[in-house]
């Protein structure tokens, strides 16, 4: 008899397999923002965030599917791309926190500069604390993946 998937391991596999195939979709439109919102740092280090984004969901993908087959190596490498993810997202968040409050305060006032009656300094932190608070809720998803793939009911489905 062929081995049984959980609901939860098929629940966090499509997840991981479908926020993946947007992020690897929508990295090729959000390229061009990378120079903008990072322009404090070199452009090869920009080059270098794209194509990791962009490697990194494919993998993911990749390792979703291998998931979905309880293929124990594609859950390791789920995991590993997951924690790799996550190092490396709260790493180029903390350093570049400042670009990003930059960016969205220089968009907020080009908004404003069109439409007066709109508050500057408001909309302003409100796009800023939405953007930081997006990338915590993408590496906190990051952890949640770690952790449920590492459970040990869980690594017993994939022996």
């Given at each position: 008899m062929g081995k049984k998937r959980s609901k939860g391991v098929t629940i966090f596999a499509w997840l991981m397999i479908i926020t993946?195939?947007?992020?690897?979709?929508?990295?090729?439109?959000?390229?061009?923002?990378?120079?903008?919102?990072?322009?404090?740092?070199?452009?090869?280090?920009?080059?270098?965030?794209?194509?990791?984004?962009?490697?990194?969901?494919?993998?993911?993908?990749?390792?979703?599917?291998?998931?979905?087959?309880?293929?124990?190596?594609?859950?390791?490498?789920?995991?590993?791309?997951?924690?790799?993810?996550?190092?490396?997202?709260?790493?180029?968040?903390?350093?570049?926190?400042?670009?990003?409050?930059?960016?969205?305060?220089s968009i907020a006032a080009s908004v404003s500069a069109t439409d007066p009656s709109i508050p500057v300094y408001a909309l302003a932190s409100a796009s800023f604390y939405a953007t930081v608070l997006l990338m915590l809720f993408a590496y906190g998803f990051n952890l949640l993946l770690i952790f449920f793939f590492t459970r040990p009911k869980v690594k017993e489905q994939f022996k």
């Amino acid at each position: 008899m062929g081995k049984k998937r959980s609901k939860g391991v098929t629940i966090f596999a499509w997840l991981m397999i479908i926020t993946n195939a947007y992020a690897l979709l929508s990295s090729f439109k959000f390229k061009a923002n990378f120079f903008d919102v990072y322009r404090s740092l070199p452009v090869a280090f920009n080059v270098t965030l794209i194509a990791y984004s962009i490697i990194s969901a494919a993998i993911a993908v990749i390792a979703g599917t291998g998931i979905l087959k309880l293929k124990e190596k594609m859950r390791v490498l789920g995991v590993a791309i997951n924690a790799i993810d996550l190092f490396f997202g709260l790493a180029v968040l903390s350093v570049t926190l400042n670009d990003i409050r930059e960016y969205t305060y220089s968009i907020a006032a080009s908004v404003s500069a069109t439409d007066p009656s709109i508050p500057v300094y408001a909309l302003a932190s409100a796009s800023f604390y939405a953007t930081v608070l997006l990338m915590l809720f993408a590496y906190g998803f990051n952890l949640l993946l770690i952790f449920f793939f590492t459970r040990p009911k869980v690594k017993e489905q994939f022996k």
